[in-house]
């Protein structure tokens, strides 16, 4: 057996289950392992062709009767925010961003929890633990990123400090950000905090020379991914490779 068939991934099909997305269908998932020296590598070949990573799990959806679940990567040099857009990002200019340490903490875990009872009270993550939180946070082989947002008062210091209202987790390719996984203070809703987020990463992507913001899976007919639609141009991913999509007209 020759090295490259020795390194070659194994795929593994998941049982069928109730679909979080669309009510009354059934998803199943192909996974491989992110391990070891090639981890990073792997995963970079692996999200341009539709996958996600989940802790040393990548993984996309494999459902026989539906493709619902489209990839989505925002074109960061061509990027313009819209109208409502541009005022998430004035109501947030208190709000501050800035790396912390790949450990988990107990001010991240409360936070963690509220946005889980009140968001999402009967996702597949409202049981997390602080243990499982922690190895969401730190089980990676690849560089993988943990940024704080915290609100920073008038003539406060403008990082580390301030209450904190977010966080997110964040994968860097060869080719661009990918944004794991983030959550946000459920009572700040004016803020539209997820949406700045995503706008902060598409910023930091631009001061890093990287093209594209990897948003994960946009589901037409599911509310829950509907946000993703309005970062244009983006591209999705089909049948026939990445298609870019922009923006309509007057929007």
Known sequence: MTRELRDAPQFYLTAPSSCPYLPGMQER????????????????ALTLTGFRRSQTI???????N??????????VDDFRPSVSQKRVLRVN????????????SGEQYALFRRYLDERHPDGG????????????IEDSHIDTSLTEYRRVESGGARTGEGRLVGACLTDRLADGLSLVYSFYAPDQARRSLGAFMILDHIAKAR??????????YWV????KMAYKAAYLPQERLGLNGWARYEREPGV
Not at 93 to 104: F, Q
Not at 220 to 223: L, Y
């Open 29 to 44: 998932k192909v996974f491989t392992h992110l391990v070891g020296k090639r981890a990073a590598s792997l995963n970079d």
């Open 58 to 64: 990548a993984y996309r959806p494999a459902c026989e």
């Open 66 to 75: 539906c493709r619902a679940c489209v990839s989505v990567r925002v074109l």
């Open 93 to 104: 200019r208190d709000i501050v961003g800035a790396a912390a340490p790949n450990k988990p």
């Open 125 to 136: 993550m409202a049981d997390m633990s602080m243990l499982d939180y922690s190895m969401m």
């Open 207 to 216: 001061r890093l020379g990287l093209p594209h913001v990897y948003l994960g």
């Open 220 to 223: 037409e007919g599911s509310r």
